[in-house]
């Protein structure tokens, strides 16, 4: 397909932006300078020059001028807990068991679903005002049909794109006791988790801005048979499977003691590691097992602010990247202090560097792309570059101001100086879901209200509020 529309082409459009500095991160990974991108029923129709693209004003709904600004694709989450949004802040300073023990197994137990859903809608908000335009969320409490679906909608509302992981806990299992998780999360038998979980799904299959799916909450604490079965689902429903694996060191020996074997590979030996095999973390791999990550093209979602929070340790990346495993960017949440993707790809790019003492151990061009193509790869999605025919997902980025001053490299200085402060205008499939910086959606004093509430009911119910001190 062409870049741009030939003379004889008569194309109209919903929306033209034009005058900006376009990142395509297409296949030429072309940076334009004062160039254009037309959007018609929810996908690029093309991208060019300005001048290229000037007929184009003539049918276009809306003329969006972003001198002065950035165009990129729309940056994909890849990991998130958006129902932990009402836990900013708490639980710093400790590693991964404790944090669980102290802090986000009593959140999980006493989140009720108008609480979990306020809290969604609060995240959600923030990834949309952060350029974010798909989040994979790992919703874990309550997990019952009615707030899953409930979850989704408040997605949705937002604007976002969104693939809800519906986490599965199933019956208490050695792994489980081994690791000293709460038998009270416990509370489904193995078939109510998968029935709920296929009821879910096919409420919101795949192909909506919103989809389910399924999410064994993590390799050590979850039946094989229910592991085994989410992949089954997933494949069958032609949707990715999430799951929390190989974050931290402890959980290697947790599951070795129960299987004889390591987590990755025991998901090789049994045929469950493919492209819909999405693993966050996925941090303590040995040789083999990246090579078989890389041999089922499956994902690791690299979450480097959650890594260095709680001191969990550092993705293989390179060895990941050049065994063919696709790698995309996760913030883990605000709970684990990560609030976008902005600042997950210049952790990464920066935590790298020092762990390998090589300044050259990274690039900002290879975190943009994690950030926008990984994201895109991982969930299947036809997006992650500005290309004709890709998914309008589009993020404008303003650029004027001090901080991005002087300005010489675009990739550098959004990768380097950019913020989610920056962020001026959000488009998910066509839609302006932000603009000026603000949501159309939602009304964003309500949805802090809310979330704010609820907090303050949440942290009496779960005792919380011991972590809510600084200088403790
Ligand atoms: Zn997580």
Redesign the pocket.
Known sequence: MSQTPSSSDRLDCDLLLEGGVVITLDGKRRVLDGGAVAVADGRIAAVGDSGELRELRKTAGKVIDCRGKVVLPGMTDG???LFQSLGRGLGDGMTLVPWLQRFMLPYSKAITREMSVAAVRLGALQAALSGTTLVVD?HYAPTDTETILAVADAVEEVGIRGAIARGIFGEMNPGGELMGVDPDLFALTNQDELDITAECMAERPRGGLVEVWPCPENIVYVWPELIEAAAEMAEAAGVRWHM?CS?VQDEISFFTEVHGTRPVAWLAERGLLSRHTTL??AVWLDPDEVAAMGAANATAVH?PI?NQYLASGVLHLDPLLSAGATVAL?S??VA?AGQDIFEAMKAGMLMHRVASLDSTATTVEQFLELGTLGGAAMTGLDAGSLEPGRAADLVVVDVSGVRHTPWSRPVASVVHSGSAADVEMVIVAGEVIVEDGRSTRVDEDEVRAVAAEAAAQLFGRARLSDLARDWQ
């Open positions: 990991h998130t807990h790992n929390h974050e966050a973390h979450n959650s996760g883990d949440g684990v």
